[in-house]
């Protein structure tokens, strides 16, 4: 009995142990939720008392330097004695953000706020991923709610309803053609009047011919391919090529876009350059763009070459412009940042794009990194010079450019030149309208498995398109296309009345 007593002694002694030690190693202390939201999914190591909530982010960007957690925790430092908010910073690589992002939506894994797409956004909120922001923007983030132009948000409406803060910078379309400027001069390139893919293919050559077998005057990678090449035809937001509305077509006819013949010619052309050596062999495979490029396609604006310029390690990219501007849905949607549906803390997030979309210091940390390390400033916070090539996080990802300081080299007038595009810019025939797939959501999927199946290859070159497309095509109606071209077509013409 004594030993009895004596083991039942030790035994609470240790359970009470244990206990202590738990509490003092959790992260995440007893809290209660806030605005009435729902049960939540963001931890804190603050006192339970005065909770400074750490919202997980996700982004798209480079690899993580070793500075970032410092980074981030200087942010973190600064937001949190603004608005009592931190931040979790978590980056898909340019890679392998596609399916990262899926598997995430698809498992349920928390998170608060992520960066999202025309390629996604839409399916995404079908699944019910994202949070009805509609009301709340206005009522918790009235200045972002009053920064961002109507005709902006009105592009990110699902169903009359907001589930995303649209990123307010080029949103519209203006498609350059970039090329180091040494090569320019080396070969005589006269690249502002080139304007098309057949204009490129002598220049191409040239390169390829002077500097030997190993380089690529084009180097691609498979999520991207020859960027802009389908720019005539208006996705609808679906995020699928296949399909689409041509941009300037005032009967607003759906189309399947490979079988336009211009699509074709361009295709034919991008397939020899391959086989000529003008591409990367890897293209279809490569996951991880190279810093330094010969040539590359780029929606961009006056004065993004500066940015460029330190990455790749140059002294000079030459830009023309090509396309546009052009204002479509998916334009608008090509950069947006979503809250989770599961958040539980849905207010404080807005007030975090908020800040971020209003606050010049943060959104100067957001997109140059740790100063004094990664930048410097320069006339204030007004502009800045980059010291390193290493922070990994795209600037267009996070939120407006009108607060954000310009890159020393480029024009001081930079943003107003940017805003000057959006208003110079043309509507897409069916700008506004966005496909609801919540009747395809079967169709669409099995489309977008067939196309996925061939679209790495096809738009890098790597394929004949003479030989794949009809494959592709056969393949996508028996996977139901024809039913997603007829709803689409009968959803536009009831837009449209």
């Given at each position: 009995m004594k030993n009895t007593l004596k083991f039942a002694s030790t035994m609470c002694i240790l359970a009470l142990m244990l206990s202590l030690l738990a509490a003092c190693g959790s992260s995440k202390p007893a809290t209660t939720a806030t605005n009435g939201n729902e049960s939540g999914t963001t931890a804190t190591d603050a006192p339970a008392t005065k909770e400074i909530p750490t919202l997980v982010w996700w982004l798209i960007g480079g690899q993580v330097p070793e500075n970032f957690s410092k980074a981030v925790e200087q942010m973190n430092e600064y937001t949190a004695e603004k608005i009592g908010v931190k931040v979790d910073i978590k980056v898909a690589s340019w890679g392998e953000w596609d399916t990262k992002i899926n598997t995430i939506v698809n498992t349920g894994e928390p998170f608060d706020m992520m960066f999202t797409n025309n390629t996604k956004y839409s399916k995404q909120v079908t699944m019910g991923a994202f949070a009805d922001i509609?009301?709340?923007v206005q009522s918790e983030a009235p200045?972002?709610?009053k920064l961002i132009p109507t005709k902006v948000w009105d592009g990110v409406k699902i169903g009359g309803k907001t589930f995303a803060?649209?990123?307010?910078?080029?949103?519209?379309?203006?498609?350059?053609?970039v090329f180091d400027d040494k090569l320019v001069q080396k070969y005589n390139i006269d690249y502002q009047n080139i304007k098309t893919m057949q204009d490129l293919d002598k220049p191409f050559h040239d390169m390829k011919a002077g500097e030997g077998k190993s380089f690529y005057p084009l180097s691609l990678i498979q999520s991207e391919g020859f960027l802009g090449l389908l720019n005539n035809y208006d996705?609808?937001?679906l995020g699928f090529h296949p399909i689409g509305v041509k941009v300037d077509d005032a009967s607003r006819k759906v189309v399947s876009v490979f079988e336009q013949p211009e699509v074709m010619t361009d295709l034919k052309l991008l397939h020899q350059w391959y086989k000529d050596g003008i591409v990367n062999p890897d293209a279809p495979t490569k996951t991880e763009g190279d810093k330094y490029r010969a040539f590359f396609s780029a929606q961009a604006f006056p004065g993004a070459e500066a940015g460029w310029q330190i990455t790749a390690g140059i002294d000079k990219y030459d830009m023309t412009q090509v396309f546009g501007p052009l204002y479509t849905t998916s334009t608008i949607q090509g950069s947006m940042n979503a809250i989770s549906a599961n958040s539980k803390y849905k207010a404080e997030a807005l007030k975090y794009l908020e800040l971020v979309n209003t606050d010049p210091k943060l959104r100067n940390m957001l997109a140059f990194g740790e100063l004094g390390v990664d930048y410097k400033?320069?006339?204030g916070e007004k502009s800045v010079e980059r010291i390193s090539d290493t922070w990994p996080l795209a600037a267009y990802s996070q939120g407006t450019?009108?607060?954000l300081a310009v890159t020393n080299g480029a024009?001081?007038?930079?943003?107003?030149q940017v805003k000057k595009l959006n208003e110079q810019a043309a509507s897409s025939s069916v700008l506004g309208f966005a496909l609801d797939i919540s009747e395809l959501q079967t169709e669409v999927a099995n489309c977008q498995a067939v196309y996925d199946k061939y679209r790495y290859e096809l738009l890098t070159g790597a394929s004949d398109p003479e030989k794949v497309i009809p494959k592709l095509l056969s393949e996508l109606k028996?996977?139901?296309m024809d039913k997603i071209m007829q709803v689409a077509q009968e959803q536009i013409n009831n837009y449209f009345k």
């Open positions: 509609t009301d709340l200045e972002l709610y803060v649209p990123t307010y910078k080029d949103s519209s379309l203006t498609q350059y053609w996705d609808m937001t400033n320069i006339d450019f009108f607060n024009p001081l007038d930079q943003w107003e028996n996977a139901g």
